[in-house]
């Protein structure tokens, strides 16, 4: 029926995730958001979401699988996506980085560097309770800057965490400028993959590919998974994509106006 | 009779002790975990009975209380053991985000807290660990004095559901508590006030102890308020305590700003006037030297304590 077929066609990942930027440019008009980041990381927050088959009712089962927003500045985005889905209580956020409580928050982040090492304690205890759980942890590029997260690469690996995935926001930028001028990251993938971990390289607008990255059987299945996934910060927004003073902002109603017309509903279709 | 020979201290270290109230605690809680830095004299029953619930993580303190959040936030007990100087200043964002603020079941054990570890040096010193932890909300610090209160101090802070931390010392403390000691979360009156007390925790209960054994010969009654729970700091009961007396000291292996220094001071300011006499870490870093030398260094011994108690109450110094 032409109905059904809408209603996939809706619920499809890319659809969703055009939904959530709208809303986030919406939200962007009367608070202050890290917009550029958050636009960057729609897409894989929708295709974990969608990979852990997250439902609201879900978020209070002990035995879920976790998702840890450790570039935590990119809430906004995360708002949305919950929103999106249907969870309640965030039409109108306020707190600028995760805090716990909120629905769908697995952890409060927003000082870089936390979230690899609590999503590795999410991975021991779900290894611990012989579940079959799994944790996301989704970090920011420039994030990488922290020693910490070295620490948790390092650690995950050692303990053959395979139920682990980190996905890093590979846009290039971090506040200041490229993240290979402020402190070079490259050969990127070869550092995590001396670390002892499973890399792999995708197109981070890419919601279906995504989707069926995190979704496929991971061999050997003792070693802990990082997508590198490319990305355009403030994608979806063409005049803000790459540009660095999108980092943080509120927009004005002309912004805004100028924003949403400018707004590819499908980003990620042609691609 | 060898009563004699009993009289002597005796000193015994924490760590075994501790160890076996973690072995006990794993043996009855399944769910417990217990995390090292590349350090298990805390853990060694726990990994020789539970192997598969000790986890070293390295010598990596921020990804150590990072793992036990994630651990705990499953609803785990965790127990993070290591040295407190590097517990406490590299992974201090950790602990206040992670694990803190979320009111975590985390017991923090932090070996060599103040200046115990002497001359490994100023590197190896925290006499800011009981101030850091006593500065995070839903936090429970507990500085015990020696073996027997070490134990007990572990085990309030394994029953207490949110973060705790326990400053253990770096090797062996003189005992002070017989082996049945009751123990008060608002601390122990061990000796009665008659002109002063002490309000001491730590390596500071000998040294008030000592003290008290000193002015006692200068007909001096120095009361001894042992406190194995530094927060919440028992207020109220210090003021009591210091109602109608003279003098006031504090004894401390801390910084004066941020230890129970402090804490004794804003119970009384305001309610009580007397002689208030600090022996404390102050605004200094220490010089080399062991332990010892170190405590003598800032004052907090037995004889600079009765001296300064002496010179307040207007009696001539005898005691040194």
């Known amino acids: 029926m032409f109905a059904n077929a809408s209603d996939e066609l809706s619920d499809a990942p890319a659809a969703l995730a055009a939904r959530a930027r709208r809303r986030l440019l919406d939200l962007a008009v009367s608070r202050p958001v890290h917009l550029g980041a958050s636009l960057s990381v729609v897409d894989i927050l929708v295709a974990v979401h969608r990979a852990f088959g997250f439902t609201p009712a879900r978020s209070a089962d002990p035995d879920r699988h976790r998702l840890v927003l450790s570039k935590g500045h990119s809430v906004w985005a995360l708002y949305c996506v919950l929103a999106e889905l249907g969870m309640p209580g965030l039409d109108d956020p306020r707190a600028g980085h995760p805090l716990d409580g909120t629905p769908g928050v697995e952890a409060a982040t927003g000082a870089l560097g936390h979230g690899l090492s609590i999503g590795a304690g999410l991975a021991e205890a779900a290894r611990l309770d012989g579940s079959d759980r799994r944790t996301a942890v989704v970090l920011g590029d420039g994030e990488l800057n922290e020693g910490s997260v070295w620490e948790a690469a390092m650690f995950a690996a050692h303990r053959r965490l395979g139920n682990l995935v980190a996905v890093v926001d590979r846009n290039t930028l971090q506040q200041e400028g490229p993240t290979e001028q402020v402190l070079a990251l490259e050969p990127l993938a070869a550092k995590w993959e001396s670390f002892g971990w499973r890399v792999a390289e995708v197109d981070g607008h890419d919601c279906g590919l995504l989707v069926d990255t995190l979704t496929r059987p991971s061999a050997p299945t003792d070693r802990p998974t990082v997508l590198v996934a490319h990305t355009v910060k403030g994608r979806g927004v063409p005049y803000m994509e790459g540009e660095p003073r999108f980092h943080h902002l509120q927009l004005t109603e002309r912004q805004h106006r100028e924003a949403v017309a400018a707004l590819d509903p499908r980003p990620a279709v042609a691609r | 009779m060898t009563a004699p020979a009993a009289r002597r201290p005796a000193y015994a270290p924490m760590r075994p002790a501790v ?129 027997v209160d070490a134990a007990w101090a572990v085990r309030e802070a394994l029953a207490w559901p949110g973060p705790a931390y326990v400053r253990l010392g770096a090797r062996e403390d003189r005992v002070v508590h017989p082996a049945d000691r009751e123990f008060r979360a608002d601390g122990l009156l061990l000796a009665e006030p008659g002109e002063a007390l002490a309000v001491a925790t730590g390596v500071g209960v000998p040294v008030a102890l000592d003290a008290a054994g000193l002015l006692a010969g200068h007909g001096v009654r120095l009361g001894v308020l042992a406190l194995p729970v530094v927060k919440p700091f028992p207020a109220e009961r210090v003021r009591e305590l210091a109602t109608g007396l003279r003098a006031v000291a504090v004894v401390e292996e801390h910084l004066d700003s941020t230890g129970i220094t402090q804490h004794t001071a804003r119970a009384l300011v305001g309610r009580w006037q007397g002689a208030f006499l600090p022996h404390a870490v102050d605004d200094s870093y220490p010089p080399l030297g062991d332990r010892a030398e170190l405590l003598d260094h800032f004052g907090i011994t037995a004889e600079a304590v009765a001296a300064c108690l002496l010179a307040s109450l207007g009696r001539r110094s005898e005691a040194r």
């Open chain 2, 19 to 147: 160890a076996q109230v973690l072995g006990e605690a794993a043996d009855a809680d399944p769910a417990l975990v217990v995390l090292g830095a590349d350090g298990y004299g805390l853990a060694t029953q726990v990994r020789d009975r539970h192997p598969r619930r000790y986890i070293d993580v390295g010598i990596a303190e921020a990804n150590l209380v990072g793992v036990a959040s994630g651990l705990a936030r499953s609803g785990r007990p965790v127990v993070v053991g290591t040295m407190a100087p590097f517990l406490v200043r590299r992974a201090a964002e950790q602990i206040r985000n992670d694990v803190c603020n979320p009111g975590l079941n985390v017991t923090f054990l932090g070996v060599g807290g103040g200046v115990s570890y002497g001359t490994l040096g100023p590197t190896h010193h925290v006499p800011e660990d009981l101030g850091f932890f006593s500065g995070l909300p839903n936090t429970r610090v507990f500085c015990p004095t020696d073996v």
